[in-house]
């Protein structure tokens, strides 16, 4: 990612860090923030922060392979469940002698990724069948000629493409049949429009390759256009 990418998504960031905490979740002129589609959840305390990145492995590992006793899709002779159990029996003795209790870290650790996994596929009830107005960076799905008709809108430039998709509660699927000229990926644009939710996949088509995407949120734009510079 050049500099000149980096300063562009830096500056798009500090415009909505701007409008989070000066206005809330969004303001009077129905400018919406990206931490706006993520929906509000209960704070969890989490233990890991603190721990050791020797304990961190350790746990991973012990999650590892419970993971896969739990599994009831995953079957196992009885000799391979034997030894599942007592590498588990190991870890767990591992981080006891740290002061550290496995079952209650992994049940801690379960809890977590349910809720993350519920909180992506979520849609916030606050914001959606509103007109709002919100600006990201284009991800092409179809074109009309030299211009753009479904895209999908991404908080930073290059996701879905340079680097891996955001989670689907970051991503809008837009039509807009009046197209937009396609211009650089890097540069930041506005849309306006009612924002509903449906989850979708589409194919994120670039030069080199196709890249499924999940999208929770889409709108069928009123009006679309690139910011200043």
Not at 1 to 15: E, N, R, T, Y
Request: include cysteine.
């Amino acid at each position: 990612m050049g500099l000149k990418l980096i300063m562009k998504s830096v500056a798009l960031f500090f415009i909505y860090s701007v409008n989070v905490y000066a206005f809330g979740i969004f303001n009077d002129e129905k400018q919406l923030s990206w931490e706006s589609l993520v929906i509000p959840t209960k704070t969890v305390d989490n233990p890991f922060e603190n721990m050791s990145y020797e304990n961190i492995n350790t746990l991973r590992e012990y999650s590892g392979l419970k993971d896969v006793l739990n599994k009831s899709n995953v079957k196992l002779d009885s000799e391979s469940q034997q030894f599942i159990k007592d590498k588990l029996s190991s870890l767990e003795s591992q981080l006891e002698k740290q002061g550290l209790d496995a079952n209650e870290l992994y049940r801690v650790r379960s809890e977590i990724t349910e809720m993350n996994r519920r909180n992506i596929y979520s849609p916030n009830p606050q914001v959606i069948d509103k007109n709002w107005i919100i600006g990201g960076y284009l991800v092409p799905i179809d074109m009309d000629g030299m211009k753009v008709t479904r895209f999908f809108l991404v908080p930073i430039a290059g996701q879905c493409i340079h680097t891996p998709a955001p989670a689907a509660n970051q991503i809008i699927l837009v039509t807009y049949d009046d197209g937009i000229a396609m211009n650089s990926l890097e540069d930041p644009l506005w849309i306006s429009g009612k924002l509903e939710t449906e989850l979708n996949t589409d194919n994120a088509t670039y030069y080199d390759g196709i890249n499924k995407v999940e999208s929770l949120y889409q709108m069928d734009a009123e009006n679309v256009e690139y910011m200043a510079k």
